[in-house]
């Protein structure tokens, strides 16, 4: 079956409906980019990208009777979003774009042509079109055949391409995770050359980048391709400095090859197949406080004390730098916060109290957190792994049964904060915080113990903090 034939059997009427409709008004449609690229590879969805010679102000005359509802936030960049049943397009006037060296934002300049905009686009894969309504196949860049082979080249010389848009450097890493295609090596070189240049792209669009990276199905191989072409010391700092020095007299970990191994095993107990964005953050990022934490001891031993809060710190940091919504910075972080936790259970010494904290700590985050400590064991001891994932698994039925008997995930004083008001006769005010604070205490030392007993134990806990 030839391509055209192929991909006229696959694009959606809807797609076909709308080039009739710019047709008849005079101007041209096409199918492009990543839409034609995911449907050559068999992996299309309800999302469409399209290009034409009408600017965005025609666009939205000719759609605005036949969709169902528009959007309109990239339009200054030449875009107008659609959505059309349970399809969404987002139509895109022909242009070309570039950055001034001294500028975050790319300039958008519209074009005249279908093949002048293809020659803009980041690489030959999304430089293949397909003209609407009458599906003529156009690639001029020889993107069928890299895609039979699996192969990411720019559709002009790397320099260039990277040049106009450094996002693209970017790109191609995101490409080999999601894709697992290899970088031509030309392309590779440029990357490495010109590592400096994506400085000048926001850190909005850099986060958009890495987080699609990591969130795909082989995040290893794009995160590999960072760090060796120097463009992770720009964006993502914290990862090559992971590459400790190892010498004979001081033997360890090599606690970057560590890191992917624990990003990937975080990565095999995601449910249903989806992505889980904060696991593998806290995966990437859980061992980044080592390099400042690192000491030689005696004995040719290496410490990393108290690297998990430091890396929580610089997890905060990096990713606040980065733009990443509040809360995700914050369950990330926490989750590094709290990796070495279980460490400390030993063979299950851990008091029931002990356990109560460890859940309260966690929070919601628990179940991320038992997945991140379970990754966590690269050791190619199998005993010592056994040992472990069995004191885990002791761990967790300890959680399960204090969970049946005392609701713990919903771990709060026996005494709401109107009790202890009325018990000791006060209105709102900091007493009653400390008191209710004493009384979570209580509750995670001792368990269920009652309204009467909470009752006697707060009335002699203010009998001894009192004058």
Same mark, same amino acid.
């Given at each position: 079956?030839?391509?055209?034939?192929?991909?006229?059997?696959?694009?959606?009427?809807?797609?076909?409906?709308?080039g009739e409709?710019?047709?008849?008004?005079?101007h041209?449609?096409?199918?492009?980019?990543g839409?034609?690229?995911d449907?050559?590879?068999?992996?299309?969805?309800?999302?469409?990208?399209?290009?034409?010679?009408?600017?965005?102000?025609?666009?939205?005359?000719?759609?605005?009777?036949?969709?169902?509802s528009?959007?309109?936030?990239?339009?200054d960049?030449?875009?107008?979003?659609?959505?059309?049943?349970?399809?969404?397009?987002?139509?895109?006037?022909?242009r070309s774009?570039?950055?001034?060296?001294?500028?975050?934002?790319?300039?958008?300049?519209?074009? %005249?042509?279908? +093949?002048?905009? !293809?020659?803009?686009?980041?690489? &030959? =894969?999304?430089?293949?079109?397909?003209?609407? @309504?009458?599906?003529?196949?156009?690639?001029?860049?020889?993107?069928?055949?890299?895609?039979?082979?699996?192969?990411?080249?720019?559709?002009?010389?790397?320099?260039?391409?990277?040049?106009?848009?450094?996002?693209?450097?970017?790109?191609?890493a995101?490409?080999?995770?999601?894709?697992?295609?290899?970088?031509?090596?030309?392309?590779?070189?440029?990357?490495?050359?010109?590592?400096?240049?994506?400085?000048?792209?926001?850190?909005?669009r850099?986060?958009d980048e890495?987080?699609?990276l990591v969130?795909?199905?082989?995040?290893?191989?794009?995160?590999?391709?960072?760090?060796?072409?120097g463009?992770?010391?720009?964006?993502l700092?914290?990862?090559p400095?992971?590459?400790?020095?190892?010498?004979?007299?001081?033997?360890h970990? %090599?606690v970057? +090859?560590?890191? !992917?191994?624990?990003?990937e095993? &975080? =990565?095999?107990?995601?449910?249903?197949?989806? @992505?889980?964005?904060?696991?593998?953050?806290?995966?990437?990022?859980?061992?980044?406080?080592?390099?400042?934490?690192?000491?030689?001891?005696?004995?040719?031993?290496?410490s990393?004390h108290?690297?998990?809060?430091?890396g929580?710190?610089?997890?905060k940091?990096r990713?606040?730098?980065?733009?990443?919504?509040?809360?995700?910075?914050?369950?990330?972080?926490?989750?590094?916060e709290?990796?070495?936790?279980?460490?400390?259970?030993?063979?299950?010494?851990?008091t029931?109290?002990?356990?109560?904290r460890?859940?309260?700590?966690?929070?919601?985050?628990?179940?991320?957190?038992?997945?991140l400590?379970?990754?966590?064991?690269?050791?190619?001891?199998?005993?010592?792994?056994?040992?472990?994932?069995?004191?885990?698994?002791?761990?967790?039925?300890?959680?399960?049964? !204090?969970?049946?008997?005392?609701?713990?995930?919903?771990?709060?004083?026996?005494?709401d904060?109107n009790?202890i008001q009325r018990?000791l006769?006060?209105?709102?005010?900091?007493?009653?915080?400390?008191?209710?604070?004493?009384l979570?205490?209580?509750?995670?030392?001792?368990?269920?113990?009652g309204?009467?007993?909470a009752?006697?134990?707060?009335?002699?806990?203010?009998?001894?903090?009192?004058?």
């Open positions: 079956m030839s391509d055209s034939i192929e991909i006229s059997r696959k694009i959606a009427p809807v797609a076909n409906e709308l409709l710019f047709a008849a008004r005079g041209e449609l096409a199918l492009v980019g839409s034609v690229r449907i050559l590879l068999g992996r299309a969805g309800n999302d469409l990208d399209l290009t034409t010679d009408a600017r965005p102000e025609r666009v939205l005359e000719i759609v605005r009777d036949w969709a169902d528009v959007w309109t936030i990239g339009i960049f030449g875009t107008v979003g659609v959505r059309k049943g349970g399809w969404l397009l987002e139509i895109t006037t022909y774009e570039s950055y001034d060296p001294k500028s975050r934002k790319p300039e958008v300049m519209y074009g %005249d042509t279908l +093949e002048a905009d !293809l020659e803009r686009r980041d690489f &030959a =894969i999304n430089a293949m079109a397909v003209r609407l @309504p009458g599906h003529e196949f156009v690639d001029p860049y020889g993107g069928r055949r890299d895609l039979a082979a699996r192969m990411l080249r720019t559709p002009g010389t790397p320099e260039q391409s990277f040049d106009d848009d450094p996002l693209r450097m970017l790109r191609a995101r490409f080999a995770s999601q894709l697992g295609f290899a970088v031509a090596p030309e392309a590779v070189a440029a990357m490495t050359a010109m590592s400096e240049r994506i400085e000048i792209v926001s850190a909005e850099i986060r890495l987080d699609k969130c795909g199905a082989n995040p290893r191989e794009g995160l590999r391709l960072l760090v060796e072409t463009l992770a010391a720009h964006v700092p914290e990862l400095r992971l590459r400790l020095e190892i010498d004979e007299h001081h033997r970990k %090599d970057y +090859e560590h890191t !992917l191994i624990v990003l095993q &975080a =990565i095999a107990q995601e449910e249903d197949g989806k @992505p889980d964005r904060i696991l593998r953050w806290a995966a990437l990022m859980h061992d980044v406080g080592k390099p400042k934490t690192r000491r030689h001891e005696p004995g040719g031993r290496v990393f108290h690297h998990e809060v430091v929580a710190q610089l997890t940091k990713m606040a730098e980065l733009k990443f919504p509040k809360d995700v910075v914050s369950d990330v972080s926490r989750l590094v709290l990796h070495l936790r279980f460490h400390g259970y030993g063979t299950g010494e851990w029931d109290s002990a356990v109560r460890y859940v309260r700590d966690a929070g919601p985050l628990l179940d991320r957190l038992h997945k400590t379970r990754a966590d064991c690269t050791t190619r001891n199998k005993r010592k792994a056994q040992a472990l994932s069995r004191t885990y698994d002791q761990l967790e039925e300890r959680i399960e049964r !204090l969970a049946e008997e005392e609701e713990l995930a919903k771990i709060r004083p026996e005494l904060g009790e018990i006769g006060v209105g709102p005010g900091p007493m009653v915080g400390k008191a209710y604070k004493f979570l205490e209580l509750r995670l030392d001792k368990g269920v113990i309204k009467e007993a009752t006697e134990a707060l009335l002699e806990w203010v009998g001894e903090s009192r004058p």
